[in-house]
């Protein structure tokens, strides 16, 4: 790994392709959760890794690669999602079920499916969700990051819930309990 | 039926993300290749980076040119030319003959047992040959009256040494020089220094440059938590704008390291953060210098402190239905802090030559707003040690 860091502050082509495949896989599975298509989530890895090989010298060999790596991931799938915000429609989708999702039943469901629920979700939604939730940013820190009030980031992590729990039901009523 | 709670809809898409493994893209890679071909553009500072440089190159030219041409006005080189001035005075006297040298010839009517008399005939004799062996005094150049009188015993002293060269009077008698010169000596000794006034006359405006080479040890908390030892290093420019005030400003390089079991510091989830921070600390300050006689002095310094953030690492422990867990964190120059921490600091001052001061300055600063990539209410205190150069002479106005 070391080695791999070397070359690639070296610039040579060969470390940064090993590094690249090396992580592809967590790096993706990073921007899946702040995409709305794999298609995107790809397109925001690439964006992402070339902001690591740009600024592979500020990397601290002390600390994790993969926290690094992270947070590059995440700032760039924030970046999408800015870009993302100006064309996107804020309206909420449809929550109104009356059944509620059970335990029992969620636990059926693959990763691969859970992570498209949340894909489902509006971008303002998607990125409070995953910033607090998996990736544990604060409100505060949210507010600041995506530039809204703490109280909006509130807000939408009560909204993304309601949301997720409501595409949770309307699978339990499908017929095989599975996702599109 | 029971429904999901908020921490159990966490916890399953919390499970869900840790789970996800995509496959491996070959094609992937064929996208980012074309990405590294592509030309980018040059970053920020790239393109700022010749004015930054003109600007700066300026700047100590106009310092390199203030210095320059104060310089005649140093002690130093003042002291050289009274050396240069006198020698060719005392080569100008020895060719001198009596007529010439008619400054001697008032000496016989000095009545040696006149005291005030003696001292004004002295002076009259020294007058006109002060002009070549002391420098002309400034019209607003103030002396104290000990200074006063130590020039005319130098003068005294060294009219006896153009005396051994130009033959004297027969009316003057070497006694009556020597008494002369007893009763100078004596005034001058007998001077009380502390009856002289301490400051210098008000309505004057002194200018200056400085600068300040810093290092202190630095200890840091959020709050009043457990502190941790970091460092500070820095280079501040002054600016004195009055006799004992002064506004300084520069970049005080800062490793802070700190943590906390405050969870409100850090957010409701976190049970515990360990920071460590490298700052780019830009200070505005403005000084006060208290009047002292001495070699060592006291001032006080306020103003405020703007946080550069270069590198921020944190640890952080979160609690979760699986046990507690540890994020690392980091962030890269992307939280800038301007004016969000107040700096205090009381100082003394030891004059260590014309130009050089040493200081040592016990300070704190305290956040007025949070800070960082987590928001935390950053403390410092430390002592500053610190070596204080003056760049120009005091540029003084009436």
Redesign the interface.
């Known amino acids: 790994m070391h080695l791999l860091i070397q070359g690639c502050k070296r610039n040579d082509r060969d470390s940064q392709r090993l590094l690249y495949q090396h992580y592809y896989y967590y790096a993706l599975a990073i921007c899946l959760r702040y995409s709305r298509s794999t298609a995107e989530a790809k397109e925001v890895v690439n964006d992402g890794f070339l902001k690591v090989f740009d600024k592979i010298d500020q990397y601290n060999v002390e600390l994790p690669f993969k926290a690094w790596l992270r947070k590059i991931m995440i700032n760039a799938s924030i970046d999408q999602y800015r870009k993302e915000l100006k064309h996107a429609h804020q309206a909420p989708v449809e929550h109104a079920q009356l059944m509620h999702s059970q335990p029992e039943a969620v636990s059926n469901l693959s990763h691969e499916e859970l992570i498209a629920l949340v894909q489902k979700l509006t971008p303002a939604y998607r990125a409070v969700f995953n910033l607090y939730v998996i990736d544990g940013y604060t409100h505060r820190e949210i507010g600041k990051l995506l530039n809204i009030a703490e109280g909006t980031s509130k807000s939408n992590l009560l909204k993304a819930r309601e949301n997720l729990r409501s595409m949770l039901d309307g699978m339990n009523e499908m017929p095989y309990g599975k996702a599109n | 039926?029971?429904?999901?709670t908020?921490e159990?809809?966490?916890s399953?898409?919390?499970?869900?993300?840790e789970?996800?493994?995509?496959?491996?893209?070959p094609a992937?890679?064929d996208?980012?290749?074309q990405?590294?071909n592509a030309p980018?553009p040059a970053p920020l500072w790239r393109r700022w980076a010749p004015i930054l440089l003109l600007g700066t190159t300026i700047f100590f030219t106009g310092v390199w040119v203030g210095r320059t041409s104060t310089e005649s006005d140093s002690p130093e080189l003042t002291e050289k030319k009274i050396v240069v001035e006198a020698n060719e005075s005392t080569n100008h006297t020895e060719g001198l003959n009596d007529n010439e040298s008619s400054d001697l010839e008032v000496l016989p009517e000095i009545e040696s047992d006149a005291h005030k008399e003696s001292i004004v005939t002295i002076n009259s004799v020294s007058e006109s040959r002060s002009q070549n062996l002391i420098p002309q005094e400034k019209p607003n150049e103030q002396k104290s009256l000990r200074e006063i009188k130590q020039e005319e015993f130098t003068e005294v002293v060294g009219l006896i040494a153009l005396g051994n060269e130009v033959q004297l009077k027969d009316s003057l008698s070497e006694k009556e020089v020597i008494d002369s010169v007893a009763l100078v000596k004596s005034e001058v000794d007998s001077i009380d220094i502390s009856k002289e006034p301490n400051d210098k006359p008000s309505g004057r405006r002194v200018y200056g440059l400085f600068i300040r080479l810093l290092a202190s040890p630095d200890l840091s908390a959020i709050k009043f938590g457990p502190t941790q030892w970091g460092s500070n290093f820095g280079l501040v420019g002054e600016y004195v704008f009055s006799e004992r005030l002064s506004l300084s400003t520069g970049i005080i390089r800062a490793k802070k390291n700190y943590e906390s079991y405050q969870e409100e510091a850090?957010?409701?989830?976190?049970r515990h953060l360990v920071g460590s921070c490298s700052i780019l600390d830009v200070p505005l300050n403005f000084t006060y210098y208290f009047p002292s006689q001495r070699k060592l002095s006291t001032y006080v310094t306020a103003g405020a402190s703007s946080y550069l953030m270069l590198?921020e690492?944190y640890i952080?422990t979160?609690k979760s239905n699986s046990g507690d867990r540890v994020?690392?964190?980091?962030?890269?120059?992307e939280n800038n802090e301007w004016f969000k921490v107040l700096n205090l600091a009381v100082g003394v001052q030891y004059k260590l030559a014309p130009r050089w001061q040493m200081q040592l300055e016990p300070f704190i600063k305290a956040p007025l707003a949070?800070l960082g990539?987590?928001?935390v209410r950053l403390s410092s205190i430390g002592v500053f040690g610190g070596l204080r150069y003056q760049l120009n002479s005091l540029v003084k106005t009436p």
């Open positions: 039926m029971e429904k999901l908020d159990e809809l966490d399953v898409f919390k499970n869900a993300a789970g996800n493994a995509p496959p491996f893209d992937a890679w996208a980012m290749a990405k590294l980018r850090y957010g409701a989830n976190a590198r690492d952080y979160i994020y690392p964190s980091q962030a890269i120059r949070d990539e987590r928001n």
